[in-house]
Each structure stands twice: as C-alpha cells, then as structure tokens.
C-alpha cells in the first residue's frame, strides 16, 4: 500500500486539488484548478443564499477528490488515502470551520471540514487550517524545516501571512486563529492595511507594500530618470520593481532597502517571542533574492539582543511555488498522524 | 509521602529558597535570603576567580537546600524531595547553564544545574529558567493561569520579562532563550533600552520607563502644580505616581495613559503572534491596577485584528508577590515530571 494524503488550497479565485506522498510528491494535481465560488455582486447574502452556493460547491469538491483519488489509482491501484488536507482563509483547526471568510460568498460560520467528512467515511482526517500555516506545515514535512522543532515561515504575496512552529508543531493559540504576523504594528500610525489597522507589517512587506513605497519614494525623489516614473501604480509589480533595480535604479533599490529594513526589524522581534531556529521566506517578494533578503537580515541582526546574534537563519523556503499550496494543505494530514501515534 | 519542590530564585542581591507542595503551599522559605556573590569592583575578572567565587556560592547554597529539606522534614518526616527549580537570569533550560549573566560575578557559561546535581545525586530533577519563564510556570500551576494552554505572562518590573506558555508548554525556542518580548521594538528609533536597543517596550513599560515618561511629559508641561514635580529622577517610583494619579494629577494619570496604550498596542502584537487565552500581568507597576489595566486592555483592543477582539483576558498574576520567585521556579518540577510521564 502506497499512502497519500489529498491537498485542496481554498483560493479567492480558484481551488486547487493534489494528491500527495509521505515524500512531497505531487501524484496528481488538478489542471485547470477548479473555480472557487465567486461573492455575488448583491451585498446583502443571506443565509439560504450562502448555504446553498456552499452545498453546491461541497458536491462539486466532492466529486473532484473522487476524481483526483481515482486518477491516482488508475497508475497505482494499491494507494490508501489517509486523509484531506485544507488550506483556506479564516479557516479553524480546531473546530473545522471558516469563519466570515471576506472574499468568498459564504456569511457566517462554516463548518466546513464535517460537510466534507460526511461525503468521505472511509478517509480518517479531514483537517483544515489557514494557508500560511498550512505552508509552515508544507515546509516542516516536505522542505527546508525537516527536523526543526522551531522556525517561522512568512509568506510573502499579495498580503503577508505567517505559520509559526514551537516545539514541533504548529501555533494554532487559543481559538485557532494565531500566527497572524502580517498584522502586528511596525510603524504606530502608519499605513492603513487592508485589515483597517494601521502600521500592520503587511502594509510594508508584500507585493501591496512595496509597490506602496515606490511611490511614497517617488514622490520624494520626483526624478524623471527613474524607470518607475512612467508606470501607475494599477500596474506596477514586485517583478517591475526587482528589473529596475538590477538596472540600477537608485529608487527601487531603496524600496528593497527600505522593505528589507521593516521586515528585519521585525523578524528581530520574532527571534525575541520564539528563538526559532530559521525563519522561511516564501512568495513571489520572496524571489527578489539578495534585494529582499540581504537588508533583512543585516536589520534583523541589527535590531536582535545581543544573544540572539548570528544565530537564527533566513532561508528561502525549499517548496515549490507552484505546488506549495497543495503541498501545505496535504502536509496537515501527515501531521496529524505523527500526533495520534 | 508528601511530595514537594525546591524552589530557589537567583537575583542580583538575594538568593530566595523554599520548598513547595504541589498545591502552591510554601512548607519554607529561607528568612532572610541568601546573599548573591556581588561583582567585584575591578572589572577584568578572571576565569580563576569567576570559578572560585560559583564554587563557594554553589557549596553555600546546597549547605541551605540541605536545612531547607530538613527543616520541612521536622514538620513532616515522610517528605519526598522530586526536583531542584532554579530561575536565574540568562539561565538556559536546555542546558542547564547560566550564560554571561550581566549582574552577576561569573563570566563565561556556567554549568549551573549539574554542579547543583551533583551534589543532590538522590534528586532526579534540578532545572532552571530565566525569573519570567519560571513565572509563567508558576502561574499554570498555581495561580490563574491553571487548566490553560495557551497564555503569556509580562513580569513587569525594574525591566519587563515575559513567559510564553504555548499548546501547555513553555515556549523555549531553538536556543532555550525565547520569550523576551522587554525587547521588541515599539517605538523605532525610540528611547535607549538597558540592553544597548532602541524603543524596546522595556524602555516604555515597566518602572523604568514609567519614569522616564514622567519626566518627559514633566519637560512637556513644564506644570509646577503636579506632586511630581519636585521630585528628582534619582527618587521616583512607580508608588509615588500612582500615589498622584489618585490625588487627581492630570500628568500622572497621562503617564499611565501612555503606558497603557503602549503595552496595550504591544499585547495586540502577542495576541497576533500566539492567540492566548490570557495575559498576565504580574510586578510593582502591575500593582497600578485599573490605571494600567484599563488604559492596556482599551489600547489592545483597538489595536486587535476584529476576529481576535473581546476574546482575551488580561489578568493580574494570582502569584503572591513575596513568594512568587520560590513558587514559579518550583513549578519547573511539577511541569517536569508532568512531562515526563
């Protein structure tokens, strides 16, 4: 018997399906992802209209994990499927549910992993939790944490999301909801952050947040020369950001300077909460390599206690872009059978 | 048999012993302290002398760990010692040492708990920890803190510790040093912290910086009507604005505003890190009750992420200030034999 775990990633657009080994190895992945229910433009959604387009896409999920497990079989027909891994926003460990997810068409709480369960008797876990952490797991069972009891794992996208390891095994806190690092306060007062804080490290170090401090420094600088001038802001990227930069350019330079600044001084305290062994960076931000990572480590080394010093590694992280979702998500299932040993 | 746990707190001037139940019953405690080896004046202190001031410290201190057992055992005969609990500053857990302690007369990395050891080879446990990670211990197994998995504790002090109790155990991170959340970035670029950082919460939040803020509103005001106003640097204490803020000074009661938004904005960050159940709160400027109390909790809760508001308690410590070092540093046995079951 070959055993697998199934990896669903709950996305705002789509959804993503794999079947997974103890290995990382991707046996299956659904191509295209499957379509994530979109919000209706309706504002007011009601409770019948949220549970119906919920039942709809829990059948049509259904189906395609029968699917993905059929797919697999048909190259080997001995796999035992041990469990479905979930990675999804607002999602809760403990409890199973997502929780008033803001981008997906479904109010309330959702308990989702027993709606799930009901349809797959046979397969033992169905576990959910948040991507970020889902990915802390993905690095630990698959990637660059093997065999650390501590590390923290930032990824770096659109938003900035976190999945902290302490003594093995993954922060979920008192109510499943911690490891929210792209939220703590960096610049009291500063930036607004999507979450309506302000000052939250996700404003400052994400794909949002730099582009963000492009033009507070062009608007600085006002200097004409700078490749970045002529583009708007509707459509300025990191990657747009990381050519200029290796051009030569003085102001995206800087936005890496002055990205790698915030990031490090926060990871500093990071090291100061949890003494982790390594800190993983993930994410397209992630990919400007030494622009990104070069300033946050001398910050964070900068900002440590004396003996936290030129201890604690910055790595990027070993799981591949493309399939780290799914990765992440099948990594809960592995997890789990480590801890009912 | 009853089963009991050294406890002995290591600070800079005093050396506290006592012998503790399992229910938090102090059978005895050693009146007065032990004297703590002080530094030398001359600041060039040799290995030599390092070794020979531990050796005589660690024979003083097991001569009064033994009259400690005797005296309980004179009161009950049928006494069983399970452990030696030691908080010291810069201690490692891991490894049983005491590392370049700031305050005190040892240089290099003592070998702490094993020369303790071996001079208790009957006894199975002998472990140490920093004071607030003891805290943290002694507040799970005593005080408010009982039947909780996840929750933090802020000593606050002369400086501000921190214990992380995370999934019920204590958060000690890669290098056995985690939880030093005194030392966390709240201001950049802010006031100088004891440790050689800048606007670390230490320098903010604890009687220290509670003190300095008096003096920097004092420079602010410039308002001879204030009780403080008379009062030099060298003589102030948390007492005497508390003393004022209850006679209605505007500038006293602003300074506890001001601490409280800080630590509150602080405990939103742990909130986001490691979603506890609870905050503890526990030392002299905790003892400020709802001036510290009120402004930190409204301050955290503004600060909050919403899914995490109206859901964490912050607390004052239920340890007794008097014997709060001997219980917390005797909990580190019961939490050890819990673990080792």
């Known amino acids: 018997m070959k055993r697998v775990a199934i990896g669903i990633d709950i996305g705002g657009t789509n959804t993503a399906i794999g079947v997974v080994d103890i290995e990382g190895n991707v046996l299956y992945e659904r191509k295209p992802q499957m379509a994530t229910p979109q919000k209706l433009e309706n504002p007011h959604m009601t409770q019948a209209v949220s549970d119906a387009i919920m039942?709809?896409?829990?059948?049509?999920?259904?189906?395609?994990i029968k699917a993905a497990i059929e797919m697999v079989k048909q190259i080997n027909p001995e796999i035992e499927v041990m469990g479905?891994?979930?990675?999804?926003?607002?999602?809760n460990y403990y409890s199973g549910t997502i929780e008033k997810p803001a981008n997906l068409p479904f109010v309330g709480v959702v308990n989702f992993a027993s709606m799930i369960q009901n349809n797959f008797p046979e397969i033992k876990y169905v576990k959910l939790t948040n991507d970020a952490n889902a990915a802390a797991l993905g690095e630990m069972i698959y990637g660059g944490g093997k065999g650390m009891k501590n590390f923290a794992m930032m990824t770096i996208g659109t938003?900035?999301?976190s999945g902290l390891i302490v003594n093995g095994d993954l922060v979920y806190g008192a109510d499943g909801f911690a490891g929210e690092c792209g939220h703590?306060?960096?610049?009291?007062?500063?930036?607004?952050?999507g979450c309506g804080g302000r000052g939250h490290l996700e404003a400052y170090c994400s794909a949002t947040g730099i582009k963000r401090t492009v033009y507070e420094l062009l608007a600085k600088y006002n200097d004409p020369e700078s490749p970045l001038y002529k583009i708007p802001m509707s459509e300025m990227t990191s990657k747009i950001v990381f050519d200029a930069a290796e051009k030569g350019d003085p102001i995206a330079k800087e936005v890496f300077e002055i990205t790698g600044e915030i990031l490090g001084r926060t990871l500093a305290d990071t090291v100061h909460y949890l003494s982790p062994e390594a800190i993983f960076l993930f994410g397209g931000a992630a990919a400007a390599g030494d622009y990104i990572f070069k300033p946050?480590?001398?910050?964070?080394?900068?900002?440590l206690m004396p003996v936290f010093r030129n201890k604690v590694k910055i790595l990027p992280s070993e799981l591949k872009e493309?399939?780290?979702a799914i990765l992440g998500a099948s990594a809960l299932i592995w997890k789990e059978i480590e801890k009912n040993k």
Do not use: F
């Open 322 to 324: 493309s399939s780290a």
């Open 159 to 161: 938003g900035l999301g």
């Open 55 to 64: 039942s709809k896409y829990v059948t049509d999920l259904t189906i395609e």
């Open 84 to 91: 479905i891994g979930i990675g999804a926003p607002n999602a």
């Open 184 to 193: 703590v306060t960096v610049v009291p007062g500063g930036r607004i952050c």
């Open 296 to 303: 946050t480590k001398a910050s964070m080394e900068r900002y």
